[in-house]
């Protein structure tokens, strides 16, 4: 089993891009099985889109970006090759 450390960083930007993009196409979904009952129009859907789909969404976009930059030699790494496993 390959781990994410072994992962190259374009690879593991190609993951997180996809998961960026799948939760995109199906947080209504997700937000709507969350929501538990609260009126579709309720103010208090919203709490269900940010500590749902919003914060993935998020994450995964800096993650990308910043593994990107590192590709790409914009930001230097401080990982020593020795945590690599």
């Not at 960083?9 to 609260?38: M, N, P, Q």
């Amino acid at each position: 089993m390959k781990t994410w450390a072994h992962t190259p960083r374009r690879r593991r930007c190609e993951v997180l891009d996809d998961i960026h993009a799948r939760t995109g196409r199906f947080s209504h979904e997700w937000v709507r099985a969350a929501h538990k009952g609260l009126d579709p129009d309720s103010p208090l859907v919203g709490a269900e889109w940010m500590s749902g789909p919003m914060t993935l969404l998020q994450a995964t976009a800096a993650l990308s970006a910043t593994l990107s930059a590192l590709e790409q030699g914009a930001v230097r790494s401080t990982a020593s090759n020795s945590l690599r496993g």
